[in-house]
C-alpha cells in the first residue's frame, strides 16, 4: 500500500457520508476502554461488544473513551450516533489516509491527526491516525490499533500528579495532543540524527550513501505530510470562541503551539539539509570522476608522442636514417624519457596534478 496517497477504489463513486473504512486493518477486534476521572478518583473498565456501547456520562467527572480498531465501522456508527457526529465527520474518522483538519461545531470539537512512530526494522516512519472528539464533559479518540501513546496521560490520571485531575475536559485534550507532538519531535529526532551522522559518508562517498540520503528525505517528506497540518490545528484551537474551551487552558494550547512550531521548523532544517547532502555527495562524486578523466587524460598526453616516436621506427621502410646507427636504441630512449619528464614538469608548473 502507497505510503503518501492510499487506494480509494472502495469509495469511489459513494454518496458523501458513507462510512467506508480506507486503510490497512492493524488489530483482529475492536475494543472500547472507558476511563473517567475526577479530583476524587477514577475508574476504567471495557465494554466488552458493541451492543453494549451505551456509555453512561457524568456531570461530576470527565470521560475518556478510548476506541481501538477503526474497521469495525458498525462500532463507530453507533458511537456516532449516540454522540451526534455527524456521517461526514465519522467518514473522515474511518478514512486513515485523511489529512489532518479541524472541524469546530457547537456542541463537539474533532480533530484528526497522526501519531508517529520510527520502526528501527525497515528503518522507516509509519503512522497511526487518532481522532478526537471534544464534548461537554468527554473525550472520544478513535484509534487505528491499540498502543501506548497515551499511557503517560492515564498514569498521571490514576497518580493524580499534576493537574490534569482537577482540569476539565479541554485540558485533557490538549494533554493528548501534547503526547502526539512529544512523540512526533523523537521521530525527528531520530531521522535527524542519521541526516547529520551522514556527513562523514558523503566525504568518504560510499556506494550506499546516496540511497541512504534518498531514504532519509523520503522520511522526512512523510514527516512534512503529517506534522506541518498539525500546527495549523492547534492555531485554530487557539484562535476558537468555542465554550468547550475554557480561558485557564489556553495558556497551554500556546505552549503547544511552540512545540509544534519547533516540530515544523525542525523538518524544515532537516529538509534543507538532506537536500544540501544529496548535491554535495553528487559534486563530491562528480569530482572524483573528474580527478579520474583527468589523470587519465595526462597518462594519455605523455603517451602520445612517445606512441608517435615508436610508430615512426616501428615502420618496415629499409632505409631510415637513424636505423643502423650503433646507439639509436638508446638515443630513442633518452628522448622519449626526456620528453615524458619534461610533460611532467609542465604540468606541474601548470597545477594540473
Known sequence: MARFLKKRKDVYGAVPGSVIFLGRKKMDTSKVRVFQYNTDSHTEHDIATSADIQISLRDDMVTWINIYGLHDVQLIQQIGKQFLISS???????????????????????????????????????????????????????????????????????????????????????SLLDTIADNSLETIEIIGEQIENTDTEIIQTLPKTAQKIYQLKNEVN????????????????????????????????????????????????????????????????????????????????????????????????????ELHYKYSYFIMWGVMVLLAVGMLLYFKKKKWL
Do not use: W
Open 88 to 174: 461526514l465527520l465519522l467518514e473522515d474518522i474511518v478514512n486513515t489516509d485523511h489529512r489532518p483538519r479541524i472541524v469546530i461545531e457547537k456542541d463537539y470539537i474533532a480533530c484528526i491527526v497522526k501519531a508517529l512512530i520510527y520502526n528501527p526494522d525497515d528503518k522507516k516512519i509509519h503512522s497511526d491516525q487518532i481522532s478526537f472528539i471534544l464534548g461537554t464533559n468527554y473525550i472520544l479518540t478513535f484509534q487505528e490499533r491499540v498502543a501506548e501513546y497515551f499511557e503517560p496521560v492515564r498514569q498521571r490520571i490514576r497518580a493524580k500528579a499534576g493537574r490534569i485531575s482537577n482540569e476539565k475536559a479541554d485540558y485533557l485534550l490538549y
Open 222 to 321: 512523510y514527516l512534512r505530510k503529517h506534522v506541518r497540518p498539525l500546527k495549523e490545528i492547534i492555531f485554530q484551537l487557539q484562535k476558537s470562541e468555542s465554550q468547550l474551551l475554557h480561558s485557564v487552558t489556553m495558556p497551554y494550547y500556546q505552549d503547544l503551539q511552540e512545540l509544534i512550531s519547533q516540530a515544523a521548523e525542525s523538518i524544515e532544517i532537516y529538509h534543507s539539509m538532506v537536500t544540501d547532502q544529496l548535491h554535495v555527495y553528487n559534486t563530491y562524486v562528480s569530482n572524483k570522476s573528474n580527478d579520474i578523466m583527468k589523470f587519465l587524460t595526462m597518462f594519455a598526453s605523455i603517451f602520445i608522442p612517445l606512441t608517435f616516436i615508436v610508430g615512426i621506427y616501428g615502420t618496415n621502410f629499409d632505409y631510415l636514417p
